[in-house]
T-cell receptor, first 112, second 113 residues
Framework: IAGITQAPTSQILAAGRRMTLRCTQD?????MYWYRQDLGLGLRLIHY???????GKGEVPDGYSVSRANTDDFPLTLASAVPSQTSVYFC???????????FGPGTRLTVL | GENVEQHPSTLSVQEGDSAVIKCTYS??????FPWYKQELGKRPQLIID?????GEKKDQRIAVTLNKTAKHFSLHITETQPEDSAVYFC????????????FGSGTRLLVRP
């Protein structure tokens, strides 16, 4: 793995189903973030984690949960998907020294 | 909380002309201001950033200026090229332990050949 990866690339999901979006980084960054991107609204922070074992809420956390069992992985779970969660989801990790956030390739999620 | 406004939402320029995108932020304690470029279907990528102790920063054809008093910062692209066409996002980092970035809503730049 080089950098930050996400899976799946895209997914179509029935409303009410549970879904976990995966994010893995190999840069040993302590901080990781989940954003959703909707047309005209830019990137909005869902949840974040400053270090393994800790998580925090962002701007739009409702309907989502995260866990951070180790440094590399930061999965995002939709417990019961709704159509308004149709979006492109980006995971990011932060370089502590420079402060730059590196983004994963994104997951396009459609909830029907 | 922090709020970032970005203008314009779309910008069309002729190749070779300059492009300017402006952002304002609300939290005077914000101290880090990155700009990201996102090509169609791709991930956002950092193109330049500036910290609050600096008023201007340049990197080849790209420059960013920061006015802390007015709480606004701008991206300047000179000698634009078709490959500069993309969506550009500004962001401001909150001055707390989360290091959360608050993003503007984006500017779609089109460079006409």
């Amino acid at each position: 793995i080089a950098g930050i990866t996400q899976a799946p690339t895209s997914q179509i999901l029935a409303a009410g189903r549970r879904m976990t979006l995966r994010c893995t980084q190999d840069m040993r960054h302590n901080a990781m973030y989940w954003y959703r991107q909707d047309l005209g609204l830019g990137l909005r922070l869902i949840h974040y984690s400053n270090t393994a074992g800790t998580t925090g809420k962002g701007e739009v956390p409702d309907g989502y949960s995260v866990s951070r069992a180790n440094t590399d992985d930061f999965p995002l779970t939709l417990a019961s998907a709704v159509p308004s969660q149709t979006s492109v989801y980006f995971c990011a990790s932060r370089d502590r020294g420079r402060g730059e956030q590196f983004f994963g390739p994104g997951t396009r999620l459609t909830v029907l | 909380g922090e709020n970032v406004e970005q203008h314009p939402s779309t910008l069309s320029v002729q190749e070779g002309d300059s492009a300017v995108i402006k952002c304002t932020y609300s939290d005077s304690a914000s101290n880090y201001f990155p700009w990201y470029k996102q090509e169609l279907g791709k991930r956002p990528q950092l193109i330049i950033d500036i910290r609050s102790n600096v008023g201007e920063k340049k990197d080849q054809r790209i420059a960013v200026t920061l006015n802390k008093t007015a709480k606004h910062f701008s991206l300047h692209i000179t000698e634009t090229q078709p490959e500069d066409s993309a969506v550009y996002f500004c962001a401001a980092r909150k001055m707390d332990s989360s290091y959360k970035l608050i993003f503007g809503s984006g500017t779609r730049l089109l460079v006409r050949p």
